[in-house]
């Protein structure tokens, strides 16, 4: 069939590659494997993390979101009119198995952002870690941000110090709605690059926006805060909203509101970055 599988730049970290061509390399080999069966669970977890990540690069390096969408559907089509049996495939599914073969055993790993990155830890503890965090300051305080667990995905929870002891009677998540708007609000949305800018500009209008109030509210643990804080507020928010925030454009930022008595609220962003990548490097670990 003359497909190109060969040729794939599939190593998780291709420095000379266009992060759009690498997206459609790797989606390619994920559908095949989809429908083919071709790699260990692991091997295959590893690549649609991967996956996922070369596509918040291409977003983030300007590539527009329809013409990323096409160029899944090309990818899926490439691979539903593949022959699972032929050389080529083979050929290609082998290089993934030694590329990722070696990625798929990581236990920890960065995500760069624009402004700011997610850390993922998988190795399994005693007691509940951070799985997935970025932490941020706003003003004097200073918020950790993530998936805490044990091992597999785990919750998704804010982690607050505030300088002047103020304690925050609820908190809630803020982020685009995708029913009011399907495309996120960005300043230089389309134009190329958003290296650079404030994570306040990167959260819609109200008009656009929907919010998760915190299920739980709970003094944090001393493994959990902030760098630099000695004692702190964790609040939990439901599983809907952790994967309501693996949906989002890795360009957005999604906002924390801490409330307090006499209706003051203090805010705090968070880069949406590659948190869906990183989520599915943890669900990697409980396959």
């Known amino acids: 069939m003359g497909l190109l599988w060969g040729a794939l730049a599939l190593s998780p970290a291709v420095a000379h590659a266009q992060p759009a061509d690498l997206f459609y390399e790797r989606a390619v080999m994920s559908a095949a494997d989809q429908r083919c069966g071709l790699f260990a669970p692991e091997v295959g977890a590893a690549l649609a993390a991967a996956t996922a990540q070369a596509r918040g690069a291409a977003l983030r390096a300007g590539t527009p ?19 699972c049996r032929s050389p080529d495939i083979q050929t290609a599914a082998a290089r993934v198995r030694s590329a990722f073969s070696g990625f798929a055993k990581m236990t920890r790993l960065t995500y760069a952002g624009d402004v700011a990155g997610w850390q993922a830890d998988r190795n399994i503890y005693r007691g509940a870690r951070w799985q997935l965090s970025q932490e941020t300051a706003f003003g004097a305080d200073r918020m950790a941000f993530g998936l805490i667990g044990k091992e597999g995905p785990g919750a998704l929870v804010a982690v607050a110090r505030f300088a002047d002891g103020a304690e925050p009677y609820a908190a809630r998540l803020v982020l685009r709605d995708g029913a009011r708007s399907a495309q996120p609000y960005l300043a230089r949305y389309g134009t190329g690059s958003t290296a650079g800018l404030p994570l306040a500009q990167r959260l819609p209008p109200p008009l656009a926006q929907k919010a998760y109030a915190a299920a739980a509210r709970a003094p944090a643990g001393p493994d959990l805060l902030p760098k630099g804080a000695a004692s702190g507020w964790a609040f939990r928010f439901p599983d809907a909203a952790s994967q309501e925030l693996a949906n989002l454009d890795p360009r957005e930022s999604v906002a924390v509101d801490f409330l307090f008595p006499g209706d003051v609220t203090r805010r705090a962003y968070i880069e949406v970055g590659d948190f869906a990548a990183g989520r599915a490097f943890l669900q990697a670990s409980g396959r």
Request: neutral net charge; proline residues 0%.
């Open 65 to 83: 979101g329809e013409v990323l969408r096409q160029t899944e559907r090309t990818a899926h089509a490439r691979a539903a009119t593949a022959d």
